[in-house]
């Protein structure tokens, strides 16, 4: 008999590392739900028989997309290409549908009620939608990377979304739309783009630090010592002054105006209040417009870091080895909030200290290189910009999450990936990874 052809066939042109990786991922997230809701008292078995507690759940969520992830191994990886267009436009109407009939979870209107109690999150979704469409697009033979057209059609398919994941006040997953950026970069994206927004990130963080007043000046002083120094150069081509002085005023308007206006009238009072806490700063909620108009008072409660700081000292407990398992007392405590979610990786660190922690970042690192591993030796382009897209996402999400368990990051509410409690979560990471696996299986394809 002749053998299956490449697309039904598991081992052949698959990354089994990937695949393994994945469900050791899957299992520590178990472990660390199961160590953070167990409760001696009662029977655990019986539970996880039932679905009553969250690790029971999350097994089940495990078992569904298992299933998932073999139905996208078997599929044509030409219904990738075909479907990104509908997909992306589906996702858009989910997430436009979540402001009608939309759930309310943790101030958050982003959820939509399904049946049996389970909630789907069509914003996590429409991140596996844009990474398709992006790749679609990119890929297509008229579409030249190199002009400014094609940024700005690919820019507005990534914003759309991130627009309105804050109207949801999902600005976690809003940021996550920024990462997209190195897959754009990788085909030929100019360095000048990343260059903008690094600077803006190095003014945003100079404005926190610094009084926007004395930061401008400061500005304008630097803009007047370089116009100064090299006034003779100057003389000769004017056009150099006009750039610096163009600089100036954007650095100016940044800092004075923008930073403080998106700070008061953008963010909630709560999201400014994390931003600047993370500098050791705190925000007046007064100037806050939004807080102000929900509110009808001239000052707002501040939410304080009881999050970070529980974090922090669940993290510490764990010293060098860790405390071991089910011995934890701050997350078995349950002292630490959202402990299973977004703060899950506060058990691992306090069951098994700095080294299981460095072990598992160890995995996520190796995890990483092997999903660029992976798309470097694509062929085809739409295959290359998907693969880069999962990376970024992944990035993004396992810096931020554990950088705000630390305190290094304001805690913006995402989930570390294949770890914490999730449905929907764990369905968007396990998609990511097994159509990137599924593509890969056929990278000798040159897909549009």
């Not at 219904?79 to 267009?85: D, G, I, R």
């Not at 360095?191 to 930061?215: D, G």
């Not at 401008?216 to 007047?224: D, S």
């Not at 290094?408 to 979560?425: D, N, Q």
Request: charged share 15%; proline share 4%.
């Amino acid at each position: 008999m002749s053998p299956l052809p490449n697309q039904n066939s598991f081992s052949k042109g698959t990354d089994l590392a990937v695949i393994i990786l994945y469900f050791a991922m899957v299992a520590i997230g178990i472990l660390c739900i199961f160590m953070v809701e167990y409760n001696p008292n009662s029977n655990w078995s019986s539970s996880l028989i039932a679905g009553k507690n969250s690790y029971s759940k999350q097994i089940y969520f495990a078992i569904f997309c298992s299933f998932i992830g073999i139905f996208i191994l078997l599929m044509d990886s030409k219904v990738f290409t075909a479907l990104a267009n509908i997909l992306y436009a589906g996702g858009i109407v989910l997430m436009l549908a979540t402001f009608v009939l939309g759930k309310n979870i943790n101030g958050s209107k982003s959820w939509i009620p399904i049946a049996g109690g389970f909630n789907l999150q069509p914003a996590e979704l429409c991140k596996i939608f844009t990474a398709l469409v992006l790749a679609k697009f990119i890929s297509k033979p008229e579409t030249d990377f190199s002009k400014l057209k094609s940024h700005l059609i690919a820019a507005a398919m990534i914003s759309l979304p991130a627009i309105l994941s804050i109207m949801q006040h999902e600005m976690g997953l809003a940021l996550v739309y920024s990462t997209f950026i190195f897959a754009m970069y990788r085909e030929g994206l100019p360095p000048i783009i990343l260059i903008i927004v690094f600077t803006f990130s190095l003014l945003v963080v100079a404005t926190l630090l610094v009084e926007p007043s004395l930061l401008a000046i400061i500005l304008t002083a630097i803009a007047g010592i370089v116009i100064l120094t090299m006034i003779k150069r100057f003389k000769r081509n004017k056009s150099k002054i006009l750039l610096i002085l163009g600089i100036w005023a954007i650095c100016f308007g940044t800092v004075r105006y923008a930073v403080p206006y998106i700070f008061n009238n953008v963010f909630e009072c709560y999201q400014s209040t994390r931003i600047y806490s993370m500098v050791g700063k705190e925000y007046d909620c007064s100037q806050n417009k939004k807080s102000n108009a929900t509110s009808g008072k001239k000052r707002t409660r501040k939410p304080d870091d009881y999050n970070v700081k529980q974090s922090k000292i669940a993290i510490g407990s764990g010293g060098f080895t860790g405390r071991g398992f089910l011995k934890g007392t701050q997350t078995r405590g349950k002292y630490v909030p959202e402990q299973n979610t977004d703060f899950i990786f506060t058990s691992l660190g306090e069951a098994f200290g700095f080294v299981g922690t460095a072990t598992f970042m160890g995995l996520y690192l190796f995890f990483l290189f092997r999903l660029i591993r992976i798309a470097e030796r694509q062929r085809s382009t739409f295959s290359r910009v998907y693969a880069y897209s999962v990376v970024g996402i992944f990035f993004f999400h396992i810096a931020v999450n554990i950088g705000m368990t630390i305190g290094l990051f304001p805690v913006v509410g995402i989930p570390l990936p294949l770890i914490s409690y999730g449905g929907s979560s764990l369905l968007t990471f396990t998609v990511l990874v097994f159509v990137l696996l599924r593509l890969d299986a056929d990278r000798q394809m040159v897909l549009r």
